[in-house]
């Protein structure tokens, strides 16, 4: 479903389109996360429900169908630092988020679907969301870059992901949503 709204104002339920996003499988298992796991998720239905306490600043909350899936909570703040937590799926983790220009975007996601042509220039003055991290102990690493892009003809929030771990082993992907109100 095309969304007008902005990386500057995501608030509100996004409900992941699995028709037109990759399947998270793959990522997940890089991930380290088990076969179970992986399974309930493809069969869930998942909805990130974001709400933005500050300017630059974003609370998501993700929750899935399936009755085995616990739900989790992830913080972004737009300021570029390092910060740790723990996450449901893979224990001890670190990230850091910002703003990046459509140029480095384009630079980090080359090879990937979609990744040179589509994003909505016009919007949040032409920036999208890079958010960065892996898990503490070094096993893997990850970055997301989160904007609008135009999907089958229609303007959608999306998420592009590209996961490594320290064997050399990659994986791609990219999650698009439909705003839910």
Do not use: C
Request: glycine fraction near 12%; aromatic fraction near 8%.
């Amino acid at each position: 479903m095309a969304s007008s709204k902005t990386l500057a104002d995501l608030t509100g339920k996004w409900k992941l389109n699995k028709s037109l996003s990759t399947d998270v499988a793959s990522i997940l298992a890089l991930q380290g996360t088990s076969t179970l796991i992986r399974k309930a998720i493809g069969s869930a239905s998942v909805t990130l429900t974001i709400s933005q306490p500050r300017e630059n600043e974003y609370k998501i909350e993700q929750t899935a169908t399936a009755a085995s899936i616990p739900g989790t909570t992830e913080q972004y703040i737009l300021d570029g630092e390092w910060r740790t937590n723990h996450d449901a799926f893979f224990g001890e983790v670190k990230g850091r988020s910002q703003w990046i220009s459509l140029d480095e975007a384009r630079s980090r996601l080359e090879g990937m679907e979609g990744s040179s042509s589509g994003w909505d220039e016009d919007s949040d003055g032409g920036k999208l969301i890079l958010a960065e991290g892996g898990s503490t102990d070094g096993k893997w690493e990850a970055f997301r870059i989160w904007g609008f892009e135009d999907i089958g003809g229609e303007r959608r929030y999306t998420q592009s992901v590209k996961v490594w771990n320290r064997e050399g082993e990659e994986v791609k992907g990219k999650m698009v949503y439909d705003f839910a109100g």
